[in-house]
């Protein structure tokens, strides 16, 4: 009687996990399909490739896309050492105390902000009071503030994840503390680093709130990384809030959703090749 109570409740987790997962997929379809649908008839080569026309009504988007693109990757570059390094130094340079659980209740702490928070810190720090203006610096700083827990924990797990027999192996042939983090842990973790990277990456694209308070709205092509910009988020926002074209809207956000999608998916390949390598 017993072991059929147990079979029971397995078979009705089993499903209730399944009922779980299928849910969640089909909202990520539906939303995905609603877009596109309403979205990819405005997309054309025009529309990818020139400059908006009377606030977005007309023209196209191609400042938006490389104000977008320009952002994620100096956030990025800004983000990717402090993060990578700090959780090196969790993981291989200290050991679990008051330190530890200070530094990852900070991470954890930086996380649960809201970004319009972090928006209204890098308004009135970088913006203001550093004098960097609305720009492309201004913004990158506040994101990589936003992609530091990201980063550090995916980094930090991945890390964890290296057999201790690599290190020894390592250690026992004469290598240093630094050559053995290097040569032997960092490579072998660098797929599960990279995952954290590309989710750092699809939050910064996608991220509103603190780009509007940092970078401004400029309808031009960044050159400088002191320029003001006007990334496709915001452009999707101003667009949809203020009326000006809610089929141009749809587009931009297909673009989004394809650029996303694009980045995660060329990411888990190079991931699978390098996974690979190393097994070989």
Aim: hydrophobic share 55%.
């Amino acid at each position: 009687m017993s072991s059929r109570r147990t079979k029971l409740s397995q078979r009705l987790a089993f499903a209730l996990l399944w009922m779980a997962a299928l849910i969640t997929i089909g909202c990520l379809v539906l939303i995905v399909f609603y877009i596109l649908r309403e979205g990819l008839p405005s997309i054309n080569w025009e529309f990818l490739t020139a400059s908006p026309e009377s606030m977005g009504r007309k023209g196209g988007i191609f400042p938006t896309i490389i104000g977008s693109l320009y952002l994620t990757v100096v956030s990025l570059i800004i983000a990717a050492p402090i993060g990578v390094g700090a959780a090196i130094y969790l993981t291989e340079y200290t050991r679990e105390g008051w330190t530890t659980k200070i530094i990852r209740f900070g991470t954890e702490t930086l996380a649960g902000v809201p970004s319009i928070i972090f928006g209204l810190f890098g308004f009135a720090f970088l913006v203001t009071f550093l004098h960097f203006g609305f720009s492309i610096l201004s913004g990158a700083i506040t994101l990589a503030l936003m992609l530091l827990p990201t980063i550090i924990r995916t980094s930090e797990e991945a890390i964890k994840a290296v057999p201790e027999s690599y290190r020894e192996g390592s250690f026992a042939l004469g290598a240093t503390k630094w050559t053995t983090i290097a040569k032997v842990v960092i490579p072998a973790a660098l797929p599960g680093i990279v995952t954290g990277l590309v989710l750092g990456a699809g939050r910064a694209i996608g991220e509103t709130a603190a780009v509007w308070l940092t970078v401004g709205g400029a309808l031009q092509i960044p050159i400088s990384i002191m320029d003001s910009a006007r990334p496709m988020t915001l452009h999707l926002y101003t667009l949809a809030a203020e009326g000006l074209s809610l089929p141009r809207a749809y587009a931009t956000a297909s673009v989004l959703i394809i650029t996303i999608g694009i980045i995660n998916t060329v990411a888990n390949l190079l991931m699978t090749r390098f996974a690979l390598r190393l097994r070989a």
